[in-house]
């Protein structure tokens, strides 16, 4: 039988400028107890006189990098849930910005050898509202009622992403990764 501590997995919503996180424990039956949550915010550095905007984003790679691995130290989960950008953004910067969150999450997932389920933003919204087209706020209130005890960040704007975090962990309910870890 999984000890507690054995049946964590983490859930991820990465992004360049914000990236939730849930870690949860497996329950069985397709549940899960959140633990904890959070969120990392990056912002690139428009004062520093001479930078470049590569190094901005260099620099804001490493926060989520290093963020995330903390995340790792602390919670030590056995497997993950990552939802992916769409990659559908218009503009260049925005497809940028997205591929490198997206490279962040691939690296990681090696990096630290866990099974990982990737789920797309739509298998998220399913999961948690029973809409592929669901709203950020119909995903937030759809969280907030069936997890009162999710710790949710300080300003509202961050919601959305512990809530995309928590769905990707429902997303993939169903799938190995969840299976290897019920009690």
Not at 53 to 58: K, R
Request: net charge neutral; charged share 25%; hydrophobic share 40%.
């Amino acid at each position: 039988m999984n000890e507690p501590e054995d049946r964590i997995m983490l859930g991820i919503d990465i992004g360049f400028a914000a990236t939730g996180w849930v870690a949860a424990e497996v329950i069985g039956n397709g549940e899960y107890r959140p633990i904890a949550s959070g969120v990392i915010v990056t912002e690139k550095d428009n004062h520093r006189r001479g930078l470049r905007v590569a190094d901005s984003d260099v620099e804001r790679c490493q926060v989520i990098l290093r963020e995330l691995t903390r995340t790792f130290c602390d919670h030590r989960p056995k497997a993950l849930a990552v939802e992916l950008p769409t990659g559908g953004a218009q503009g260049a910067r925005a497809n940028r910005c997205m591929g490198m969150a997206t490279a962040i999450a691939a690296c990681i997932v090696d990096d630290w050898g866990l099974p990982c389920a990737w789920v797309t933003p739509q298998e998220v919204k399913k999961a948690v509202t029973g809409q592929r087209n669901a709203s950020k706020q119909q995903m937030i209130g759809a969280i907030r009622s069936g997890y009162p005890e999710l710790q949710w960040p300080k300003g509202k704007t961050h919601h959305e992403h512990v809530a995309d975090a928590m769905g990707a962990l429902l997303a993939a309910r169903y799938g190995n990764e969840y299976r290897m870890l019920e009690p």
